[in-house]
């Protein structure tokens, strides 16, 4: 279980502190990472779950300036299968999934699990999919960038104010081997005109970071894309469920979320 404990333990820190000025430090440096990574999945290698998301909501949430509280992974799955759509429907859309206020990325998580769910292991291909999400929160954007990296995934990273435009950086992550199994680049992209009217950045609040880590590009061949869009039955016959474990009902997340409220409540007390 990846606990503060845990965490504390693989970096050598002792301290929520020292454990985050370590994920800032790792950022750029992809040996390190890639390190940090293995460390990671030697504990726990289930990545169909938020790597830091119980971490940050204990140690680094603000829950009052900010609001952060995160969606629970059942709901994040439920909306990732709502969303999923057909290969050539899929296809005519710019990103695979956005998220505007993507926290530590729970949401596009569960969505790149439903994607790969969605194909067979010859037809899936990360190149074809490209994630992007905003985010506001200056505490939140480690966790965020080593969660897609972490993935193997392709995405845009805005470090900013969705609505306003007012923006620090824009974040590149890029899976350069195209392997599922392989670890994301970190790239900045430039503070330049045609960056700024692609991500609609309207005001640059930082300086530009120059950090580029993609070389060659390497796409893997792979057959075409098996999706197809989830089919609901809204008049299914009586006994067409056989496995009712497999259908979360909105008590079972209800439950789920007092659970949680009461433990917040009982160690504030």
């Given at each position: ?98 998220d ?11 969505k ?5 769910l ?13 994630y ?59 503070h ?78």
């Amino acid at each position: 279980m990846l606990d503060a404990e845990t965490f504390y333990k693989i970096t050598n820190t002792t301290q929520h502190a020292e454990f985050e000025a370590y994920l800032k430090e790792i950022l750029f440096k992809p040996e390190k990472r890639e390190k940090f990574y293995n460390a990671i999945l030697k504990v726990d290698c289930d990545v169909y779950k938020d790597t830091f998301k119980d971490y940050f909501e204990e140690y680094n949430a603000e829950r009052k300036s900010h609001k952060q509280d995160y969606t629970p992974d059942s709901v994040s799955k439920i909306l990732a299968m709502l969303t999923r759509s057909d290969a050539e429907t899929f296809q005519k859309a710019g990103y695979s999934a956005y998220d505007p206020t993507a926290g530590t990325g729970s949401l596009l998580i569960q969505k790149w699990r439903d994607d790969q769910l969605a194909e067979t292991l010859w037809s899936y291909a990360p190149h074809r999919y490209f994630y992007r999400a905003d985010e506001m929160a200056d505490n939140v954007i480690p966790y965020l960038l080593h969660n897609l990296c972490i993935r193997g995934m392709n995405a845009i990273v805005v470090h900013g104010d969705c609505l306003e435009g007012r923006v620090k950086q824009v974040y590149f992550i890029q899976n350069s081997k195209d392997d599922f199994l392989r670890y994301s680049d970190v790239n900045v992209m430039p503070h330049s005109k045609m960056v700024a009217e692609e991500f609609e950045v309207k005001e640059w609040l930082q300086d530009e970071i120059k950090h580029i880590e993609s070389g060659e590009v390497i796409w893997h061949r792979a057959l075409p894309m098996q999706r197809k869009a989830l089919e609901i039955n809204p008049n299914p016959m009586p006994g067409e469920y056989s496995n009712q474990n497999d259908h979360l009902q909105l008590k079972d997340v209800a439950s789920v979320e007092r659970s949680k409220k009461t433990r917040f409540i009982q160690k504030a007390q």
